[in-house]
């Protein structure tokens, strides 16, 4: 199985910070990367596909990058609503997997 | 608009099977293109994806759950249902049913629409 790394665990922010979320595969995974964004108690919600693609609807201060082994999930003004975890997912191979999470609270 | 709708008890005795049935609509489970997975989240935990299943029936299961998962799928009712037999405390948990969209030029799958997400808990 590809094991899927999140860092931070957590972070503390301010509404306006500009956020960044890092998560690293075992192994290349080419571009098969998703984030995902899950509030309390909800589904989690794609936000990202294929590692730089923003889903329809989502709004455009999030951002992706990254290849390979190595992924960032960008927030450039965090919001009141983007207070949340943040999930990273491989699609490069079965069984599909996800980073541990990242919470993002507020400072 | 897409919406999986799950149904199922929350509750399970410890030994017992597991089931969940989801319910799709604004779409065709038979459209191609698709695959129809059930994903699981412990309490306070991370995401483990148990398997899917296509409109045509093949499926593919999380090797650590293969021998007890079952996911099964009904065209003309438009829906898809797991089953996981043998369970223990274990296996408490939100279960999520989701559309796995796969983009064929591409090869990119991505979960784009998901089930509201059944808390079952594995108790006597």
């Known amino acids: 199985d590809i094991q899927m790394t999140q860092s931070p665990y957590s972070l503390s922010a301010s509404v306006g910070d500009r956020v960044t979320i890092t998560c690293r595969a075992s192994?290349?995974?080419?571009?098969?990367l998703n984030w995902y964004q899950q509030k309390p108690g909800k589904a989690p919600k794609l936000l990202i596909y294929?590692?730089?693609n923003l889903q329809s609807g989502v709004p455009f201060r999030f951002s992706g990058s990254g290849s390979g082994t190595d992924f960032t999930l960008a927030i450039s003004s965090l919001q009141p609503e983007d207070f949340a975890t943040y999930y990273c997912?491989?699609?490069?191979?079965?069984?599909?997997?996800f980073g541990q999470g990242t919470k993002v609270e507020l400072k | 608009q897409v919406q999986l709708q799950q149904s199922g008890p929350g509750l399970v005795k410890p030994s017992q099977t597991l089931s969940l049935t989801c319910t799709v609509s604004?779409?065709?489970?038979?459209?191609?293109?698709?695959?129809w997975s059930w994903i699981r989240q412990h309490p306070g935990k991370g995401l483990e994806w148990i398997g899917y299943?296509?409109?045509?029936?093949?499926?593919y299961y999380n090797p650590s759950l293969k021998s007890r998962v079952t996911i099964s799928i009904d065209t003309s009712k438009n829906q898809f249902s797991l089953k996981l037999n043998s369970v223990t405390a274990a296996d408490t948990a939100v279960y999520y049913c989701?559309?796995?969209?796969?983009?064929?030029?591409?090869?990119?799958?991505?979960?784009?629409?998901w089930g509201q997400g059944t808390l079952v808990t594995v108790s006597s």
């Open positions: 294929a590692a730089t």
């Open positions: 997912q491989q699609s490069y191979s079965t069984p599909r997997t």
């Open positions: 299943i296509s409109h045509s029936g093949s499926t």
């Open positions: 604004g779409d065709s489970i038979n459209t191609g293109g698709y695959y």
């Open positions: 192994q290349r995974i080419s571009s098969y």
């Open positions: 989701v559309r796995d969209n796969w983009v064929g030029t591409t090869n990119w799958y991505y979960f784009d629409y």
